[in-house]
């Protein structure tokens, strides 16, 4: 056996030895990645859909003001309800961004759940080859499931 080897396996029977600790930082680290992501993600929807309200509002805004100053009855009426079409648009981009905030919330806690479940059943011997002393990782043994609406397809 080289000394490369057996400094390899050394190292493995260390790992082992750490192994609970590294399972808890990784477990910390991952979830954390995820909160960070999906607050991000939180953030960009929020300031897109903010922005589309207050745009929706502006126009509001300008049709009231036509309606007020229009010189016949039948105009009035007109931008008066092209301005509650946009009061319609800008509350329909209130409720959309409220259901989308807690379909967000809903993936992060669904995505930390399954993170701590997956790494919780991740084991020393996954990570090294115990015998041999090389790190080993198999693509699938970290692989989150399908989204919940392709599993609801799927039956």
């Not at 600790?21 to 953030?43: A, G, H, P, Q, S």
């Not at 809903?106 to 041999?132: A, G, K």
């Not at 002393?133 to 039956?155: A, F, T, V, W, Y």
Request: glycine share 2%; net charge neutral.
């Amino acid at each position: 056996m080289t000394v490369w080897a057996k400094i390899g396996i050394l190292i493995a029977k260390k790992f082992m030895f750490f192994w609970p600790m590294i399972r808890e930082m990784l477990k910390e680290l991952i979830t954390e990645c995820l909160k960070w992501l999906v607050d991000r993600v939180k953030f960009l929807f929020a300031e897109s859909k903010r922005r589309q309200e207050k745009k929706a509002k502006q126009k509001a805004e300008e049709a009231e003001k036509k309606a007020k100053e229009a010189t016949n009855n039948a105009e009035a009426d007109k931008y008066r309800a092209i301005a509650q079409v946009w009061r319609e648009v800008a509350e329909d981009f209130r409720k959309e961004n409220e259901k989308l905030k807690k379909e967000l919330e809903d993936l992060e806690n669904e995505s930390s759940s399954l993170v701590q479940e997956r790494v919780s059943l991740l084991q020393p011997e996954d990570v090294f080859d115990m015998e041999t002393g090389k790190l080993i990782m198999e693509d699938n043994q970290l692989q989150l499931p399908p989204h919940k609406e392709e599993r609801e397809k799927s039956g």
